[in-house]
């Protein structure tokens, strides 16, 4: 049974960083994000497609960690139906009335099933889209946020309030030898994901994932960080996803913050597509080429800062014991 | 306001040709098409990431023409929903039980507001994605039929029907000095378009798209159309539009029937999208790179078939007086 | 018979602009030159791969004109053999000591045998090579020169001297139906041309080929060149020639001075390599596609500044009568 | 001093293998080889681009090894000064004449100063040049041979005599802090080399390298390869090399054997090129992007077979002490 709203689509992280300047020419200079603004707090990014303010806001803080992961919805009505869906639940929404965040409309945050501090809006301010303006192309040709990826001790309870709660739908997912749902993707708009999830201590933010055009422009932000000096800062890929099929790159930004560059996928959209599942232990699954993931990729994770307090969110451990595969090509 | 039925997207198109082995080789040697089936009289062609049974058809027959162009809707109770809906507007439906076309579900056809013969349908059999089947890719890496693109005498009419009874967006539109409308791009999927409609002599279909992966796709399809002693077909490009920013070609199948290849476009599914406005005139609508586009591109298309009668459906002079732009860089 | 010096590549053009300000905004901005070096009247110009000082020359003038074109010799010595192969010929050379032309080594320039102002030097400043400041790579990622193309009213005349005077090979080749050659191309670092020969009205320079490192830098540069409102300075292309195999793209810099963007084609070292013989008429000799160049690129091209006289050189008309192709795809 | 013959480029190998058929699987639909011809005990394959008969040989064995690698000539003539100047250097060939090998023109034998069994000749069979059958273009689009590495155990001693007595250049080098060349990048033909050297256990072929067009095709290759279940011979990369700014992937074949696939380099004819040092612990040499090749890719290599003996050759130890990079990004 489908809700009586619509969330549509992955809209925006807060994440922090304690130098904005390294930030900017991570982000900017070696990316490619079009700084839409900034103030001696904030750089707010965009992809050249993107129409809305920002996709992406970098914040100065003592210590890196992550604000709010945002979803936009369709109307101004799917935000009140959701936040009664929500607090029918038991859940307790914080609101920010129009513009008391910067370039955007009314929005409501709530800590989700597993913890983590997620925001639903419906309007952003407006800017002029770069999308044809190739002179303004540069590093990776950014496009538009695409995704989430978070690590939570229990994703059948994260998938569950997904799925049945705020109506998403499965594309691909990865099962342990007895049948348990050790990572699941799950989108409302019809590519692979909006949001995945995956068994590992949590609540935590694994990435942030970015669309771009091609796998050339990946190569290309490989090229042009070593260029930079940020070879450092490539810690997975490129390679092509087994499950998702998508070409992927990750990245670690100046504060250890984690974006995937990403391109590829397919169309999920039919009603009738049954999710395609995965052993954990297939070794095509996470690189199809059957390259291994570094440790740093499976431990490491960004932290999220709590919506009252503003200190990190305590984690737990995975319910399920495997934290990675087993990797035998 | 929304219609209580949903659409997803573009699914087939049954066309006519006169040598099967012909619109074979090109098709599926040229194009890289996976053949999922055939008899004496059809060929069912499917792209690599279609699961889907098929989403072109090749039907012998004397002479050219295209029987049916046909969406694909959500659940079956939206197939019932739209048929009443349609019915109400004194619409006569022509129904086909689940199995009266082969593979395909429960569907009708219609003829729509500009007399075009439309299907609609939930189901389709399902068969093997090739979608990571490499080792099969072939000439364009043919992925999933896209959109529909259709001339009209009327397009403000089928702007009308398509926006206002069958809940379809627009992404983009063309106008004439006088802001007449003279093309529009309108989609359900959140992409530029599930069907296009342009200024023009009709009801006739101009093309069918199909998406592929990327632009070196569409470069290495000219090469292996031109090695396969193609080179005639390609008609216009490669190149990119202005209009819809993908990357576009445009070929003429042995019979004549046109199909566009085509990549790139963006997210359009955020409810607050402002269509975006095009002079008819301006020189980089059309192609981005100031290209101008062959008189041959303007003035042939395909002739529908009638539903009931199965001759060529007869077809009227345009509405607007400007056939094609002034082309001036 | 070999001579007993050694060219090794076409080096450098010095082109004559109007507006040093228009030229440096196309073919820095747009193409992605890397600037050495300017003054008032000039502009030095080089690839991201070239750790020569320069090898595309602007020089600011009344009226456009191709000052000399330049071919690097191997050792000093080369540079003398050649001078005296060229004077027993009864060729009128004019030097340049080391110094008195910017950047450059001991040079000297002469009339060819179709009446071209030639240059050949052996060394030139060096500067740093940008091969891998990915960061810096703009437009078409410039990577070197390649060729020139001139049209002469003796292709004959002008293959027999640089085969047999100058020790260059033929990579392919053009005839008419009475087998006479049309057009040649001719090489000595081992690619498919350092310099080719069309029949037409000359000697003019059609077009100096700078080499890109593959065909999407050629898509990159139609959309940056259309982003910054160059769309009409685009003459020809993205198209593959049949002859040489490359991916190309012509255009015209703000002067009416066209280069070629050129990728491809292929290893020619071989002593035993046959030259490929194209009928003029074969439509996929220009165009592998089968698409049919504009008549300006055929009729127009830079006209060569007297070594003396510093007037444009004098024409005559093609030998042969044919001036293009008969084009049917 | 220049030698008085000219050696043009890396033109064959002759590698063991156990299974023809499944080295034939793997090369011809893994890798895009096109198979000139075969027998019960040799398959031939050449690149597209290759007019040659062939230029890798896979010869069925009881045991992998690798027969010789060879070297193109330009004149017959060329072939007898050569041999001239290598048996004053007290060297032993072994001649083979004309037809005696398949396919081949007169040859010689010869082991060369680091004990490797190289092959001269100037003639082969032709055949048709596949370069414009696109339509025939598989997995990695093989274009043509392009370079040998060898490991040696003394470096030095290797540089001098390819330098000094077959007069290569060395475009590009590897010193450890004692300024000791570790490795060194020599050619013929103008890029960055027909044969590298590394110091290693040896003589050892340590991998053949392929050219192909563009890094696509090596992520293409990588794809179909996978499809194919061939990940795990996937062995490293796909990366950009510091040291040539190739693009490259390593591949070992059921065998073992390994190849490179390699796209990229630049020119490096001119006579006053100088030399690129790189330090052997700079972590962008060997990958630019910073990744760390693993250890197989160090310590295994392909053991050569004795002209005489037809026994593995046996191998020193390396001269120098470090065996591989200090890794740290």
Redesign the interface.
């Known amino acids: 049974m489908s809700p009586d709203f ?1 969330i ?2 992955t809209a925006r992280a807060i994440v922090r960083v304690i130098d904005l300047h390294a930030a900017r020419d991570f982000y900017v ?1 070696g990316l490619g994000f079009i700084e839409t603004e900034a103030d001696d707090k904030h750089i707010y990014l965009r992809g050249l ?1 993107e ?2 303010h920002h996709s992406y806001v970098l914040k100065k803080a003592d210590q890196p960690g992550v604000e709010v992961i945002s979803y ?1 919805v ?2 101004e009505e799917d935000l009140d139906k959701l936040a009664t869906a929500l607090v029918d639940k038991g859940m307790v929404l914080k609101w920010f009335e129009k513009g008391s965040q910067h370039a955007l409309g009314r929005a409501f945050r709530v800590k989700d099933v597993s913890g983590i501090p997620v925001e639903f809006f ?2 952003m301010d ?1 800017v002029e889209r770069m ?7 540069r ?1 990776s040709k950014m ?2 946020i695409d995704h989430f990826n978070c690590m939570v001790p229990d994703v059948q309870k994260a998938y569950d309030f997904y799925i049945n709660v705020l109506g998403y739908a499965c594309s691909e997912y990865t099962t342990t030898k007895d049948e348990s749902i050790w990572a699941a993707w799950l989108h409302r ?2 590519t692979v994901h909006d949001t995945a999830f995956m068994n590992g201590k949590g609540p935590r933010l694994h990435h942030v994932g970015f669309w771009l ?4 422009s990946i ?2 932000t ?7 000096g940020y ?2 800062n ?1 810690e997975r890929g ?3 996803h ?1 499950l998702s ?1 998508a ?1 992927f790159l990750y990245l670690r930004d100046p504060d250890g913050n984690r974006v995937e560059l990403y391109t ?1 996928d ?2 999920t ?6 999710p395609i599942r995965w052993d954990l232990n297939d ?2 699954r996470a690189t ?4 291994e993931a570094p440790d740093s990729w499976f431990n490491e994770a960004m932290q999220f800062v709590d919506l009252d307090t503003d200190k990190p969110i305590a984690v737990s451990g995975a319910k399920l014991d495997q934290q990675k595969p087993n990797f035998i ?1």
């Open positions: 619509n549509v689509r200079n497609e129409r809305g936009k369709a109307e419906c309007g407006t999308l044809q303006r190739y002179d303004l192309y590093g496009q538009r708009k019809p055009t091609d796998p050339m190569i290309n490989c090229d042009v960080l070593a260029s930079l070879a450092s490539i490129p390679g092509r087994g099929n070409f590829g397919y169309f959209g039919d009603a009738d597509f049954e070794p095509q199809f080429w059957g390259h090509v």
